[in-house]
T-cell receptor, first 113, second 117 residues
Framework: NAGVTQTPKFQVLKTGQSMTLQCAQDMNHEYMSWYRQDPGMGLRLIHYSVGAGITDQGEVPNGYNVSRSTTEDFPLRLLSAAPSQTSVYFC????????????FGPGTRLTVL | AQTVTQSQPEMSVQEAETVTLSCTYDTSESDYYLFWYKQPPSRQMILVIRQEAYKQQNATENRFSVNFQKAAKSFSLKISDSQLGDAAMYFCAYRSFGSGGYNKLIFGAGTRLAVHP
């Protein structure tokens, strides 16, 4: 049981490049979400999904796309990277319901030059 | 909209002593959940403790306990017998109870805790 996995752990991009951050979970969780963590601001929700084929925007969705074709996978796409997207990105999953613990992946540190 | 405020950017404690981290929140809801997460230097987010707003009894997990004051909208974390491994960033978070569907976690800015031997 690997929990929530994310790849890559580190990435450097140039402005305008695109890339996909991968996230997978093996706990059969219904809910998955992406957060970004910036200094002094805690974690902010980018996009989330309540099940395969269903996604929605969070607090800071601009510049990011998501899709969820399977229960296990929830990739985050940066369409045209900007320096403002330099951050640490976390994927999380949980069972449905607000009480249930969100399990976080190890994070991806992204730098956009 | 709900907000979470952690007014202590940094705290320090001596090993074996007790420390309290503060958290206040703003909401108009009556039912919700509150969480404390720990983020050590490894960056992994770890759930420390959670509290249901409808429960008057304060949650406890081993050396970690909370002081939940619903009327004051305060949710502090007490760490007893502090250990070197407690050194981390601690985040307070709020989540609506909801009647179905997804409710996002709303995080505070965090408190960095240093533990001195």
């Amino acid at each position: 049981n690997a929990g929530v996995t994310q790849t890559p752990k580190f990435q450097v991009l140039k402005t305008g490049q695109s890339m996909t951050l991968q996230c997978a979970q093996d706990m059969n969780h219904e809910y998955m979400s992406w957060y970004r963590q910036d200094p002094g601001m805690g974690l902010r929700l980018i996009h989330y999904s309540v099940g395969a084929g269903i996604t929605d925007q969070g607090e800071v969705p601009n510049g990011y796309n998501v899709s969820r074709s399977t229960t296990e996978d929830f990739p985050l796409r940066l369409l045209s990277a900007a320096p403002s997207q330099t951050s640490v990105y976390f994927c999380a999953s949980s069972r449905a319901g607000s009480y249930n613990e969100q399990f976080f992946g190890p994070g991806t540190r992204l730098t956009v030059l | 909209a709900q907000t979470v405020t952690q007014s202590q950017p940094e705290m320090s404690v001596q090993e074996a002593e007790t420390v309290t981290l503060s958290c206040t929140y703003d909401t108009s809801e009556s039912d919700y959940y509150l969480f404390w997460y720990k983020q050590p230097p490894s960056r992994q987010m770890i759930l420390v403790i959670r509290q249901e707003a409808y429960k008057q009894q304060n949650a406890t997990e081993n050396r970690f306990s909370v002081n939940f004051q619903k009327a004051a909208k305060s949710f502090s974390l007490k760490i007893s017998d502090s250990q070197l491994g407690d050194a981390a960033m601690y985040f307070c978070a709020y989540r609506s109870f909801g009647s179905g569907g997804y409710n996002k976690l709303i995080f505070g800015a965090g408190t960095r805790l240093a533990v001195h031997p």
